[in-house]
T-cell receptor, first 112, second 111 residues
Framework: DAGITQSPRHKVTETGTPVTLRCHQTENHRYMYWYRQDPGHGLRLIHYSYGVKDTDKGEVSDGYSVSRSKTEDFLLTLESATSSQTSVYFC???????????FGSGTQLSVL | QKEVEQNSGPLSVPEGAIASLNCTYSDRGSQSFFWYRQYSGKSPELIMSIYSNGDKEDGRFTAQLNKASQYVSLLIRDSQPSDSATYLCAVSSQAGTALIFGKGTTLSVSS
């Protein structure tokens, strides 16, 4: 798993509540990415980071925010969860370049 | 919007046959190309990368790239039931910020 831990692995929450997903990596990778995967849509980029406190938006960033205060942790927050955010969320550090991604085990999020 | 297109399948092949998976991309400036394998309920796993035109072989897998045609393919020789999975094609954006993924092709290998 290339030293990648996502937590929680599964979460069920209610519409309107904030949710934070955590990605922890132990190998000092600079680049980290959050993707969501949905049937019929494939993997879509939410946000990414190219260093501590350096983040940028991806294709489907609305309703999501991220923070990276330490190299090893990249947090994804759903500010007010909606049913359309029910998905599998993958964190992926990239090495040795910013292009070669290695995925964590994923978080299955259900918003009821 | 940059796109990566794959046939969704399912692609069904008998054990021992060659499976051919195809991918086209729209961003002519893309420089890096990857194939990921994803078993049901699991995370994507990188199996091949290719950066220059031609073929690249790794065991039973061969990746082929034709930048002029904006086409990438993956050949799996001597297909095994354990190869049954969804195969994702991923292409770097010209801006180099992140990978763009196709929706995947489901491969089924029957014994």
């Amino acid at each position: 798993d290339a030293g990648i831990t996502q937590s929680p692995r599964h979460k069920v929450t209610e519409t309107g509540t904030p949710v934070t997903l955590r990605c922890h990596q132990t190998e000092n990778h600079r680049y980290m990415y959050w993707y969501r995967q949905d049937p019929g849509h494939g993997l879509r980029l939410i946000h990414y980071s190219y260093g501590v406190k350096d983040t940028d938006k991806g294709e489907v960033s609305d309703g999501y925010s991220v923070s990276r205060s330490k190299t090893e942790d990249f947090l994804l927050t759903l500010e007010s969860a909606t049913s359309s955010q029910t998905s599998v969320y993958f964190c992926a550090p990239a090495f040795p370049t910013n292009e070669k991604l290695f995925f964590g085990s994923g978080t299955q999020l259900s918003v009821l | 919007q940059k796109e990566v297109e794959q046939n969704s399948g399912p692609l069904s092949v008998p054990e021992g046959a060659i499976a051919s998976l195809n991918c086209t991309y729209s961003d002519r400036g893309s420089q890096s190309f990857f194939w990921y394998r994803q078993y049901s309920g699991k995370s994507p796993e990188l199996i091949m990368s290719i950066y220059s035109n031609g073929d690249k072989e790794d065991g039973r897998f061969t990746a082929q790239l034709n930048k002029a045609s904006q086409y990438v393919s993956l050949l799996i020789r001597d297909s095994q039931p354990s190869d049954s999975a969804t195969y994702l094609c991923a292409v770097s954006s010209q801006a180099g910020t992140a990978l763009i993924f196709g929706k995947g092709t489901t491969l089924s290998v029957s014994s």
